[in-house]
């Protein structure tokens, strides 16, 4: 089974700082894709960016990008000049094509502060 | 495109009613998803569709559940005989499993607003 782990419930960050949240996951699949979600206080759920598996470089998305660490399982996402904006629930996720369902982390609350 | 659509967006009703929630995907997409979501936790995935056809159902999805999705556009998810610990936000989402206009990366879920249910 996958699993997701968010280990910070609670980040917070100064405006036009930068700041990383952490992921990591656990699976015996070899393809598959992660995603950063972000869910504002709307709660409608958005799409940060996304990372397959098989892809060494690192996805980035203007002031988004990921540090990922296949052999350690590890994915996160780093907001560069953080903005009063990012200040959201986000959620990492796993896919494992073709099943289509994701497994989401139980995710990080991210306070961007002025 | 609007995006992915949900009807209502929230719904009160006692115990033992039933509910009906819609979805109505982004129109190029073929894939349509059910996720749940309790306070301070992830989505929860319940069921999906390829097209018309129900090709996944988590344990989730007990018997009380029953989705559709007729002619695979839109998608309906009912609650038979609500009870208390049915309340969440139910969340839709919709992706596209090929090639498409370019607007949407292909299988990416992209999300509707949800529905909040409320059971008293």
């Known amino acids: 089974a996958q699993t997701v782990t968010q280990s910070q419930p609670e980040m917070s960050v100064q405006e036009a700082e930068t700041v990383t949240l952490s992921c990591t996951y656990d699976?015996?699949?070899?393809?598959?894709?992660l995603f950063w979600y972000k869910q504002p206080p709307s709660r409608q759920m958005i799409l940060v960016i996304r990372q397959e598996a098989y892809k060494q470089q690192n996805a980035t998305e203007n002031r988004f990008s990921v540090n990922f660490q296949k052999a350690a399982k590890s994915f996160s996402l780093k907001i560069s000049d953080s903005q009063l904006g990012d200040t959201a629930m986000y959620f990492c996720?796993?896919?494992?094509?073709?099943?289509?369902?994701?497994?989401f982390g139980r995710g990080t609350q991210l306070t961007v502060w002025p | 495109d609007t995006g992915v659509s949900q009807d209502p967006r929230h719904k009160i009703t006692k115990r033992g009613q039933n509910v009906t929630f819609r979805c109505d995907p982004i129109?190029?997409?073929?894939?349509l998803y059910w996720y749940r979501q309790t306070l301070g936790q992830g989505p929860e995935f319940l069921t999906y569709f390829q097209n018309e056809a129900q090709l996944e159902k988590s344990r989730l999805l007990s018997d009380r559940f029953s989705a559709e999705r007729p002619k695979g556009s839109f998608s309906t998810l009912e609650i038979q005989r609500t009870e208390q610990g049915d309340s969440a936000m139910y969340l839709c989402?919709?992706?596209?499993?090929?090639?498409?206009?370019?607007?949407?990366?292909?299988?990416?879920?992209?999300f509707g607003p949800g529905t909040r249910l409320t059971v008293l």
């Open positions: 699976t015996s699949e070899n393809n598959y894709y």
């Open positions: 996720a796993f896919m494992n094509p073709p099943l289509g369902r994701l497994y």
């Open positions: 989402a919709s992706s596209l499993d090929g090639p498409g206009s370019g607007d949407y990366s292909t299988d990416t879920q992209y």
């Open positions: 129109s190029e997409h073929n894939r």
